[in-house]
């Protein structure tokens, strides 16, 4: 999962929280890149909504 953010402490938290979950954390930098990733998200709903993809689909970050 993509985590922006500007408070160190608040980003540790969630990515806590998320890591207990099952889940990777990228951390994606300062606040002013959430816009970036809501993008990504609203690029995925429009695909979804087309029927190019599942609803249930999802990027992934290849490292």
């Known amino acids: 999962m993509l985590v ?7 980003k540790e938290t969630f990515s ?3 890591t207990a ?4 954390v990228l951390d994606a930098g ?5 816009r970036e990733l809501e993008a990504t998200a ?4 429009g695909l979804a909504a087309a029927g190019q993809i599942s609803w249930t689909n999802g990027f992934a ?3």
């Open 30 to 34: 300062a606040l002013s890149r959430a």
């Open 4 to 10: 922006a953010g500007d408070d160190a402490a608040a």
């Open 42 to 45: 609203l690029l995925q709903m």
């Open 61 to 63: 970050v290849v490292k």
């Open 16 to 18: 806590a929280t998320v």
């Open 21 to 24: 979950g099952g889940l990777r």
